[in-house]
């Protein structure tokens, strides 16, 4: 297969996305215990997750959107406390900066640079990753999130956007991640070829249908299996 540019996942793909959701729950917990030690002791950590999930279950129409979806939940835990105004602005500011304190994993930058110099690549995601604050948005030459498209992976519509920014036919893009289901599955239905990032050895799921074109281990064999194509 002829591959003209790349679209490629972030979270999970590029580096373990756990510990950076993690350490911003911890970190806006230690804040609130700072400034609003009521806020607080009312929504701990657990409470704080589960009222997110009740958020997400209840407006399905922000599936795409995570970042509403959180500042929902901290108005509303505020709202229960009887603060009628949160500090939307400074609670995000403390969430999303620990969300994008992300650790690659080893061969993810190597292999970015390699693949960059090369080919166009998409990042394509359903989270709110920020390339600027990560340090890697030079490597990329567009950026299609959920939130600006107004849909997630698996619909197809978020893969045509990334094609018609690149100007290429589907076919002629590998679209590059972890999830069996958003990325591959999405990605052939919406008629790309698909790259299947597995870095645990699993074996493809068969009720998702068609396994992926590749599967990888880590981005370095994904950059070598794309040299060794000499195009």
């Known amino acids: 297969m002829r591959i003209r540019a790349l679209t490629l996942d972030l979270d ?7 510990p950076a959701l993690e350490r911003a729950d911890r970190d806006l917990d230690a804040y609130l215990r700072q400034h609003y030690p009521d806020v607080a002791r009312a929504w701990p950590i657990p409470a704080m997750r589960a009222l997110r999930a009740e958020v997400a279950a209840e407006r399905t129409d922000l599936a795409h959107d995570f970042t509403t979806q959180r500042h929902l939940t901290m108005q509303r835990a505020f709202t ?4 009628a105004e949160a500090p939307l602005e400074a609670l995000w500011e403390v969430y999303f900066s620990a969300r994008n304190s992300v650790e690659l994993y080893p061969d993810s930058l190597p292999a970015l640079q390699r693949i960059a110099g090369r080919w166009p690549v998409v990042s394509l995601t359903n989270g709110n990753a920020d390339l600027d604050r990560i340090g890697i948005r030079g490597h990329f030459t567009h950026h299609v999130c959920a939130r ?3 849909v997630a ?7 045509e956007a990334a094609a018609e ?3 290429l036919r589907p076919e002629e ?13 999405g990605a052939r239905d919406a008629g790309l070829r698909t790259a299947w990032i597995n870095r645990h050895g699993h074996p493809w799921p ?3 249908g068609t396994a992926p074109d590749l599967d990888l281990r880590d981005m370095s064999a994904l950059a070598d299996w794309l040299e060794a194509q000499g195009e």
């Open 206 to 208: 068969g009720l998702l």
């Open 165 to 167: 920014r690149l100007g």
């Open 153 to 159: 992976k698996p619909d197809a519509r978020i893969f």
């Open 173 to 185: 893009i590998l679209h590059v991640g972890d999830d069996p289901e958003l990325d591959v599955v």
């Open 80 to 83: 229960a406390c009887g603060i």
């Open 12 to 18: 999970d793909t590029l580096w373990p996305v756990l």
């Open 148 to 150: 600006d498209e107004g």
